[in-house]
């Protein structure tokens, strides 16, 4: 026993210094955002336009999976592969990611919609090669104001934990909005909850990105861009920040305006019939849903029941045998009415996301 003790020893050392060490780096380098936080305007941007003239607007959301999501590849940490991967498969290749970024500004460009609520955008990333997808998002609409909240800012994930020569790495990625529009008022607002330690130093650190932009005839739209937690096994962070949101979209209806709420919820609206889009499934433990009575009558949740807005990214896609979801939608107040809601179907080319459309109307 002896004589394996003295075997073993230096590598367990060594094991426990490493994993020691992440920790510890982790430790001192977690980013803790709190509260509101005042954004300006992405580059100095600013759209010409302080109000907005018509009662019908509309809006596109779309998770773009951070450019390296779409049918090509898959979220190793999705296969469980929490301390090794394949070799290679820590991120997309770097073409890929080149294709998929391509795409989504094509994507942004051709898409007549006044409203862009974007979540997974990255700026400094090296999982989507240090690529400045806000800078692209800009540059594909020029005419429009961009606002940026960051949600995930590392210096290093180090994950998988066994391959230190492909780790994660840094990220620095977010929320971003652009708008035909320029806001009044633009803020980052923390939500409550986060995961345990040692899991909340590599996690993103969730919030919602609130404006408000001025209506013609004097009223106002206060409009939410927002991604709510993943990886949340008895749904207990979610529903501290349902409630949190529930609560801010409803005091500024008490205030009179007008609110649209959208992005990506990481759970299904209430309603959606989760077998429709995987008939073939025979059995499984449905995804968590928002109820019928969260929110008071009035309020409507849109979404396209025909189209998947996501797919299960443990695989690279496949048209026959993935599974879909709808996650990704709007909540709109009383006041708001619905003309249209449309998942625009892309075969989850640019993203493991689809881009979702809702065209409305500001009810006098």
């Known amino acids: 026993m002896r004589n394996v003790w003295k075997i073993i020893r230096w590598p367990l050392f060594l094991l426990v210094a490493y994993v020691g060490g992440i920790l510890l780096y ?13 954004l300006g305007p992405s580059g100095g941007q600013t759209s010409p336009s302080y109000e907005v003239p018509d009662s019908i607007i509309t809006l596109t959301t779309w998770n773009v999976g ?11 940490y999705n296969r469980g592969d929490f301390f090794w991967t394949d070799l290679g498969k820590a991120r997309a290749a770097r073409e890929n990611v080149d294709r998929y970024v391509a795409g989504q500004e094509q994507t942004l460009a051709t898409t ?6 974007l979540q997974e955008v990255d700026t400094a990333s090296r999982r989507s090669y240090y690529t400045n997808q806000l800078a692209l998002d800009r540059a594909a609409l020029p005419d429009y104001a961009a606002y940026y909240a960051p949600n995930f800012q590392s210096k290093r994930v180090p994950l998988p934990v066994f391959q ?27 939500l409550p909850g986060e995961f345990p330690w040692p899991t909340r130093l ?12 001025t209506v ?26 349902m409630d949190f949101i529930r609560e801010l979209v409803k005091k500024d209806y008490a205030a009179g305006r007008y609110v649209i709420a959208g992005g990506d919820w990481n759970q299904l609206p209430p309603g959606f019939n989760w077998f429709s889009l995987n008939p073939t499934v ?25 189209v998947a807005t996501v797919r299960k990214s443990d695989e690279v896609y496949d048209a026959h045998r993935s599974q879909r979801s709808v996650i990704d939608f709007f909540l709109t107040s009383p006041n708001v009415r619905l003309r249209r809601v449309k998942t625009l179907n892309q075969d989850f080319r640019f993203s493991d996301h689809h881009p979702v459309y809702l065209e409305a109307e500001l009810m006098p």
């Open 202 to 213: 590599f996690q993103l650190d969730r919030c919602v990105l609130r404006q408000v932009f």
């Open 164 to 190: 230190p020569w492909d780790h994660y790495g840094a990220v620095q990625s977010g929320l971003v909005t652009l708008s035909r529009y320029q806001s009044v008022v633009a803020e980052r607002i923390q």
């Open 112 to 117: 007549q919609s006044d409203f862009f609520l």
């Open 66 to 76: 951070f450019g390296g999501m779409g049918a090509e590849d898959y979220f190793y």
């Open 26 to 38: 982790g430790t001192f380098t977690d980013w803790q955002p709190t509260g509101t936080a005042t």
């Open 216 to 241: 013609a005839g004097g009223r106002e739209l206060a409009l939410y861009n927002l991604h709510l937690s993943a990886y949340d096994r008895d749904g207990g962070l979610r529903r501290q920040q």
């Open 282 to 306: 025979e059995e499984t433990i449905l995804p968590p849903g928002v109820g019928f009575d969260f929110f008071p009558p009035g309020w409507n949740w849109a979404y396209d029941p025909a």
